[in-house]
């Protein structure tokens, strides 16, 4: 079990690494803070449910980890993307530039 963990942990860390490693040699800022109202209205958030199938933990929060494993793996056919495409949808959605993606974040809801 403890070994699971560990394995876990350390596929969130190397998700958050390559999506950290890829906007920087995107050229894009990491803080988030000075997006704009057209940045904003880019973003197609998710589905709430699809929010807490991401988030089986129920901590309120997904990792750039478990939004890329989803999307990649454990999503429905038509739902799936790429790693890339789901680097930059968890991107584009992470207004505080933090990480990780809160319910309002990830869906527009509170």
């Keep these: ?16 690494l390559i999506l950290t ?11 988030k ?3 704009t109202t057209s940045d904003i ?5 998710i589905p709430v449910e699809t ?3 991401i988030d089986v933990n129920q901590a309120g929060k997904v990792t750039a980890a478990e939004f890329i494993d989803y999307y990649v793996v454990k999503a429905k056919e038509g739902e799936k ?11 584009k959605l992470d207004k ?4 990780e993606l809160t319910k309002e974040e990830a869906t527009g809801k509170k």
């Design 81 to 91: 993307k790429t790693e890339e495409e789901a680097k930059r949808k968890f991107t």
């Design 33 to 35: 803070s000075q997006s």
């Design 1 to 16: 079990m403890s070994r699971n963990i560990a394995i876990r942990n350390l596929t969130q860390l190397l998700a958050f």
């Design 41 to 45: 209205s880019e973003v197609e958030f």
């Design 21 to 31: 490693t890829s906007l920087i040699s995107c050229g894009q800022p990491s803080n």
């Design 51 to 53: 929010f807490a199938e």
């Design 96 to 99: 505080d530039g933090n990480g």
